[in-house]
C-alpha cells in the first residue's frame, strides 16, 4: 500500500506530457498568427498598388504606364498574392477611381486537399485621384 501512495505523489515526467500537451497549440496558434500577417501584407501591398495606379496616372494619362507600375508593385510580393483586374477610369475624365483586385491564399492550407484552386480571400482597393495638367 505505501508504494501506491509513492506512486501517486511521485511527478516525474508531469511537465513533459504538459509540454506536449500544448506544442500542438503553440504551432496553431503561430499559423494563424502567420496567416494574420500574410493577410495584412496583402492588403497594404494592394492599397500601394492601387495609389501607385492612380498617381502614375494622375501625372502620364496613360493607363498603360499606370498598368505597369501598379503590375511592378503587385509582382514584388510572394507567390500568396495573385492579381485578378486592375482597372482605371475611362479616357478624358478629370476625377477618377484606381481598382485593383487580388486573391490572398492561405499559405498553410495544402493544394492537394482542395485540389487545383487554393482557398483564397478576395480583396479590393480603391485609390481616387485627378488628372494633373
Avoid: C
Amino acid at each position: 500500500m505505501n508504494w501506491l501512495r509513492k506512486l501517486q505523489k511521485n511527478e516525474e515526467g508531469s511537465a513533459t506530457i504538459e509540454f506536449l500537451g500544448i506544442v500542438p497549440l503553440a504551432f496553431l496558434l503561430l499559423m494563424i498568427i502567420w496567416q494574420f500577417i500574410v493577410g495584412i501584407n496583402g492588403v497594404l501591398i494592394t492599397q500601394s498598388a492601387a495609389n501607385e495606379y492612380a498617381s502614375v496616372y494622375s501625372i502620364t494619362k496613360s493607363h498603360v504606364e499606370a498598368h505597369q507600375a501598379a503590375n511592378e508593385i503587385l509582382n514584388a510580393t510572394g507567390d500568396y498574392l495573385h492579381t485578378v483586374a486592375i482597372s482605371g477610369p475611362p479616357a478624358g475624365v478629370k476625377e477618377f477611381e484606381a481598382n485593383v483586385s487580388v486573391n490572398i491564399e492561405f499559405v498553410f492550407l495544402p493544394d492537394r486537399i482542395f485540389g487545383e484552386i487554393s482557398p483564397f480571400i478576395p480583396y479590393t482597393s480603391t485609390a481616387y485621384g485627378r488628372v494633373i495638367e
